[in-house]
């Protein structure tokens, strides 16, 4: 299993938008669950590389067993990935999910941890009512365990 992670955190000089909704601490309570579901699947955890995301995963792969792609190539990635999460994130993630959900790859936005994936799961369509609320839950492991298996 292929994960494709798109996350980032705005600093300071990025739009007011950007920060209203951010969560960072929902970001990384986030990633920490994605981290183990995929660690859990025997599964590859593929993200662009960020400094802000690789210093907030850099703690947690050296905790576990765990493999990693950091692909900077991103047509690349979206061939090769079963899913993508999307959790934060600002206009690039967006734009990348956006294109992920148009090529017919599924895309789990976690509304709960800022702008990006709360954009996105308002455009979507399709997302039966009970699973648009799970996607802005705070209940990261369960939720990924769910949907990851799906």
Not at 66 to 82: C, M, S
């Amino acid at each position: 299993m292929n994960v494709l992670l798109l996350c980032s955190i705005p600093n300071q000089g990025r739009h007011p938008q950007y920060h209203k909704t951010t969560d960072v601490d929902a970001i990384r309570n986030a990633i920490v669950a994605l981290c183990e579901v995929i660690s859990a699947a025997d599964g590859v955890l593929v993200y662009p590389e960020d400094p802000e995301i690789t210093a907030l995963i850099s703690p947690i792969l050296q905790q576990r067993q765990f493999r990693v792609e950091n692909e900077p190539l991103i047509q690349e990635v979206l061939e090769n990935i079963d899913f993508a999460v999307l959790i934060g994130g600002m206009g690039y993630e967006l734009s990348i999910a956006r294109r992920a959900r148009a090529a017919g790859t599924k895309v789990w936005p976690i509304g709960s941890t800022g702008w990006a994936a709360r954009t996105l799961l308002a455009e979507s369509v399709g997302f039966h009512p009970t699973t648009k609320a799970s996607l802005q839950s705070t209940a990261y492991g369960p939720l990924f365990q769910a949907f990851l298996s799906l």
